[in-house]
């Protein structure tokens, strides 16, 4: 058995919010630990406590009660700038909304996380090239987001969301802009890098976006509903496969 931490380990996490006399809990005692080369989808309606959980462990909010070890690290106490320091390090974000620099080039936009790390331009521009290429777009790195499709915009966003080499990857909805045949390519992107050793927790209120996962938790009223392995996964390579012959 491994002694290596889990990547994500939430124990007992509350998180309420006041709003004038009234407290809402979003959160009540979470206790969910994702290892290492876990892909997992969570789910739940609105309200749920979902996205607020994402919040804590993107480690964008911070928890009222309970403790959050991301790597083995308790950042559940830390000031607003040392998590985004780990933010910046340690996590990458993709959102359904891709949040694409206009009148920029996809280099440029896979640059740009980067430019906080105080990586040199060389490194970064050999990291960004290295990263569009690994989710198929080696060909369109001088292309702005006008030039490009929803799905390859959506490739980009992930390319930037990697390429600080992060322990974890959260994807808020990515799917969420995405027609179906683009929506599986997507999650083909994310199953190789799930093959390939990376983390990934997706937000998803969609069943069968969530299939393509390992494992599904989802969320009510705050607490876990449930959590389990994903019985009859859905392997995106072979649904495209299974389509281009049909």
Do not use: W
């Not at 989808?41 to 462990?57: H, I, R």
């Not at 990291?127 to 777009?137: C, F, P």
């Not at 093959?195 to 937000?203: A, E, N, R, S």
């Not at 209120?205 to 859905?234: M, N, T």
């Amino acid at each position: 058995m491994s002694s290596r931490a889990a990547v994500v380990d939430t124990q007992g996490i509350e998180k309420v919010y006041s709003m004038g006399d009234m407290k809402v809990h979003a959160l009540r005692g979470v206790s969910l630990r994702i290892e290492a080369g876990e892909f997992l989808a969570v789910m739940g309606a609105s309200g749920s406590g979902k996205s607020t959980f994402m919040n804590l462990v993107g480690c964008l909010d911070r928890p009222t009660a309970g403790a959050f070890l991301l790597n083995g690290k308790d950042v559940s106490r830390f000031s607003r700038d040392q998590l985004a320091g780990v933010r910046g390090r340690e996590i990458g974000f993709v959102f359904q909304g891709f949040n694409l620099l206009p009148r920029t080039s996809a280099l440029e936009n896979v640059e740009l996380p980067m430019l906080y790390q105080g990586v040199s331009a060389k490194e970064r521009k050999k990291r960004a090239s290295e990263a569009l290429a690994r989710v198929g777009l080696g060909d369109r790195v001088d292309h702005t987001p006008a030039q490009l499709s929803g799905g390859q915009q959506q490739r980009v966003a992930i390319a930037r969301a990697l390429v600080n080499r992060p322990v974890l990857l959260l994807a808020d909805e990515p799917t969420g802009n995405l027609d179906s045949q683009t929506s599986i390519e997507v999650m083909a992107i994310f199953q190789e890098l799930n093959d390939q050793g990376l983390t990934i927790l997706l937000v998803t209120h969609e069943s069968d976006i969530a299939e393509h996962a390992r494992r599904v938790v989802v969320f009510k009223d705050g607490v876990v509903l449930s959590d389990r392995p994903v019985q009859k996964r859905r392997i995106a390579r072979i649904q495209l496969a299974a389509e281009a012959t049909g």
